[in-house]
């Protein structure tokens, strides 16, 4: 019989990753280590059972039955332990110790720089593990219990989540210099054109919520040129490949008089930023003190979203 002190939790969570991403390069994405890591573990996991949980090809990776069985079983014993440290940390002074938070890609290097002086300030003990990257990136890896919470822009459909808005954060529009809609003071979102736009890459949820602005939508062909950052955008439109939507936080920028920046007319297009945890979720305290000084730290740019209540 194997050992019971030869498996650990880490593997255990690499396990279920795999098994619910059916790939081993974003199963490693989502649990934050290399994929060469995570398949030796997956490997040790295996030989330690004598079983055989995946079946690899070059282009898949299929779950044997086994396999569904397995990672069952570690997805009900890694929620058992995520509710036993939730328990005890509900116990502790709101938000001292480690908390682990997400943001996305699109929102992390604008937002933060916010809050983390008031962050400091106000829970000198809190211990934040920081982590930016694409929204369904995050939001696995908080399911899997590597994070506490999410800023992720809503909605997030997830019955296992819950979600509370906390502002909302209009778009501009960043234009090449001597582009003809730069001529107005605001520009109404029916004259935008998908195939005139430089958008992010696939992943980003930004990329869909611009697309889903233009009165055309996916009707057209689309840009041919795709971003894989903001920063790296703002340049494609400062270097007159086309225009594109930033929001509002990003929206400044040290490019000279290559972008220009223009509003919308109402309505404003937009998105709402949310704090998304896990139901169950036992650290209340932590949740409400760090949506209570996110609202308080917002800049002028955005606004507070008001009487939505938190998500149970």
């Known amino acids: 019989m194997s050992s019971i002190g030869a498996l650990t939790l880490r593997d255990l969570e690499y396990v279920v990753a795999v098994a619910e991403h059916r790939h081993f390069g974003r199963a490693a994405e989502a649990c934050g280590v290399s994929q060469p890591t995570l398949?030796?573990?997956?490997?040790?996991?295996?030989?330690?059972?004598?079983?055989?949980?995946?079946?690899?090809?070059?282009?898949?990776?299929?779950?044997?039955?086994?396999?569904?069985?397995?990672?069952a079983l570690?997805?009900?014993?890694?929620?058992?332990v995520r509710r036993l440290?939730?328990?005890?940390?509900?116990?502790?002074?709101?938000?001292?110790?480690?908390?682990?938070?997400?943001?996305?890609?699109t929102l992390g290097p604008y937002l933060m720089?916010?809050?983390?002086?008031?962050?400091?300030?106000?829970?000198?003990?809190?211990?934040?593990?920081?982590?930016?990257?694409?929204?369904?990136?995050l939001l696995d890896t908080l399911k899997a219990g590597g994070l506490d919470a999410v800023l992720a822009a809503l909605p997030v459909?997830?019955?296992?989540?819950?979600?509370?808005?906390?502002?909302?954060?209009?778009?501009?529009?960043?234009?090449?210099?001597?582009?003809?809609?730069?001529?107005?003071?605001q520009v109404p979102s029916r004259d935008l054109r998908a195939d005139a736009m430089v958008l992010l890459e696939d992943g980003h949820c930004l990329r869909d919520q611009v697309l889903d602005i233009c009165p055309d939508e996916r009707h057209v062909r689309t840009a041919r040129l795709q971003a894989t950052s903001l920063e790296t955008l703002r340049h494609m439109v400062a270097a007159g490949a086309g225009y594109s939507l930033i929001p509002n936080l990003a929206g400044k920028n040290d490019l000279g008089k290559l972008v220009c920046y223009r509003s919308f007319r109402r309505p404003v297009p937009g998105r709402t930023i949310g704090l998304v945890w896990r139901r169950g979720f036992a650290r209340n305290a932590d949740l409400a003190s760090l949506a209570k000084l996110i609202r308080e730290s917002l800049p002028r740019l955005v606004r507070r979203e008001r009487g939505a209540g938190r998500a149970s």
């Open 74 to 80: 570690a997805r009900a014993v890694l929620q058992d």
């Open 157 to 185: 459909d997830d019955a296992s989540l819950a979600v509370e808005p906390l502002f909302h954060e209009p778009f501009v529009l960043a234009l090449p210099a001597g582009h003809p809609l730069a001529r107005r003071a």
């Open 39 to 71: 398949s030796a573990q997956v490997k040790k996991v295996e030989d330690l059972l004598a079983i055989q949980l995946f079946e690899r090809t070059r282009r898949r990776v299929f779950v044997t039955s086994i396999g569904e069985e397995v990672a």
């Open 85 to 105: 440290l939730d328990a005890s940390g509900s116990r502790r002074e709101p938000l001292a110790g480690h908390f682990g938070l997400g943001v996305i890609a």
């Open 113 to 137: 720089p916010h809050l983390l002086g008031p962050l400091k300030r106000r829970f000198p003990r809190l211990e934040l593990h920081l982590r930016e990257g694409m929204t369904h990136v």
